[in-house]
């Protein structure tokens, strides 16, 4: 899972301080789950899959996320884009197609 989450993280380009300052955990706490050493309560683990865009079977279990078929740039746009911002940018998508 550690490994998992080190990959997410960095696509989003956030840093492990502001990983743990998002779910309220020591940087050494989250530090210590991306190296296999420590865990997250199921509420941060809800929380980190809110964050990084994903779903829990893809953290822990490691299975494709169902959303694989998504370029990789495209997600990380759509994710790193403020929650409230994310319909305008779906709204320009679907302009950019009929042009």
């Known amino acids: 899972m550690g490994m998992r989450l080190k990959k997410k993280r960095k696509m989003f380009n956030l840093t492990q301080e502001q990983m743990a300052e998002k779910l309220n955990v020591s940087i050494k706490h989250y530090g210590g789950v991306e190296r296999g050493q420590a865990g997250l309560s199921m509420e941060n683990l809800i ?31 759509y994710f790193s884009c403020p929650k409230e911002k994310r319909s305008v940018l779906l709204e320009l998508m679907e302009i950019a197609l009929k042009l």
């Open 47 to 77: 929380e980190t899959c809110s964050i990084l865009g994903t779903d829990l079977n893809y953290l822990i279990l490691g299975e494709c996320e169902e959303k694989d078929y998504i370029p990789e740039k495209l997600k990380e746009l």
